[in-house]
């Protein structure tokens, strides 16, 4: 059974930055695509970044130049390096993963399988 482990959310001022880790078991990152999604109260989970099997990223327009995506193989772990933090940014993230071993980019919640619980970022102005 593949399982996610969002941490390192916490509570921090607009400009400064957080790194969220995701560790995975069940199974390596090596080969499949991992993504982060965000949601914030009242709003539907929307797609931050994903990084596919050949390390490849992508990033949600409101997140580019300020988030950056990587993963750690021999860690089995992904990262969410959040620069510039804004309080718009203030939402409970999620790392997930999929099944999926083709080449292009997975953004949509649907298109993805295993699911972290999620760790609180906010963000005070």
């Known amino acids: 059974q593949v399982q996610l482990e969002e941490s390192g959310g916490g509570l921090v001022q607009a400009g400064g930055s957080l790194r969220l880790s995701c560790a995975a078991s069940?199974?390596?990152?090596?080969?499949?695509?991992m993504g982060w999604f965000r949601q914030a109260p009242a709003k539907e989970r929307e797609f931050v970044a994903t990084?596919?099997?050949?390390?490849?990223?992508y990033y949600a327009d409101s997140v580019k130049g300020r988030f950056t995506i990587s993963r750690d193989v021999a860690k089995n772990t992904v990262y969410l390096q959040i620069d510039t933090l804004k309080p718009e940014d203030t939402a409970v993230y999620y790392c997930?993963?999929?099944?999926?071993?083709?080449?292009?980019?997975?953004?949509?919640?649907?298109?993805?399988?295993?699911w972290g619980q999620g760790t609180q970022v906010t963000v005070s102005s």
């Open positions: 069940g199974r390596t990152f090596r080969g499949y695509h």
């Open positions: 990084i596919n099997w050949s390390h490849l990223t």
């Open positions: 997930a993963t999929t099944d999926y071993r083709g080449t292009t980019f997975r953004t949509q919640v649907s298109q993805y399988d295993y």
